[in-house]
């Protein structure tokens, strides 16, 4: 069953895995290649390869920068975009947070924000999406920037200290955790979160699994304490 994806990511961001990416220049009718840094865009690109287009809403698309509207003009294009969809992805990457600016003049958390909302337009409902945290690797393509295996607790680790807040509010936040103490620190089992992780090798793998799992947890939400302010 086709599902209607809104991918949130930080376009620019180069912190991950050199893709070889080139852009093309034409200069007195003449082509000229040029080697790039590759950004997260490059890996929604894709993403949108591997789900399918027809199926997939952006934030923002090549050719269709909201760079140089107001605000509320973007934000009225981005709730029509995650209105009409079913489940966000957002794409977690090293560099997706900007250091010295607010949260809150931030778009990813708004995004993150707005999904999680059910929201009512004339006589339609839209429910608030599943959301999954696809995680990208770093420069270096590992994923210890964030997700590490600890053998000793037998259990993985995720470093959800260097998220959004909304999104680290939306994890392991399971209203009635199966949970147990290893090194003076909880390790869940089962679903304890709300936005589902995984890595972004996985995904590629079995996104189909994914996006259902999401749309299972979205379903049973009355499981968690879900935060929709930012």
């Known amino acids: 069953m086709g599902r209607k994806v809104f991918v949130s990511y930080k376009y620019g961001d180069t912190h991950v895995p050199d893709l070889n990416k080139v852009d093309e220049i034409e200069i007195f009718g003449r082509i000229y290649r040029t080697a790039r840094a590759t ?5 929604v690109d894709e993403l949108q390869e591997i789900i399918g287009k027809d199926n997939i809403n952006l934030g923002e698309k090549d050719g269709e920068s909201l760079l ?4 509320e003009t973007i934000k009225s294009a981005l709730k029509d975009k995650i209105f009409n969809s079913s ?3 957002v794409m977690i990457s090293k560099g997706m947070k900007e250091t010295f600016k607010a949260e809150s003049d931030q778009w990813i ?4 924000s707005y ?3 059910q929201t009512t337009r004339a006589d339609r409902t839209s429910r608030m999406n599943g959301v999954i945290a696809v995680v990208l690797p770093d420069e270096n393509n590992s994923y210890d920037w964030y997700i590490s295996e600890d053998s000793d607790c037998n259990c993985t680790n995720y470093k959800t200290s260097l998220l959004f807040e909304i999104i680290k509010a939306n994890m392991f936040n399971v209203k009635n ?4 103490i290893c090194s003076g620190y909880y390790v869940y089992s089962g679903e304890a979160s709300y936005i589902l992780n995984v890595k972004w ?7 189909k699994t994914y996006i259902e799992k999401a749309i299972e947890i979205r379903d049973n939400k009355k499981l968690y304490d879900t935060h929709i302010n930012i």
């Open 109 to 112: 958390p708004w995004e993150v």
């Open 87 to 89: 489940v966000t992805i």
């Open 39 to 43: 950004r997260v865009r490059d890996y």
């Open 201 to 207: 090798k996985d995904f590629k793998v079995s996104h």
């Open 115 to 117: 999904s999680l909302r």
């Open 177 to 180: 955790p199966d949970r147990r």
């Open 68 to 71: 140089h509207f107001a605000d």
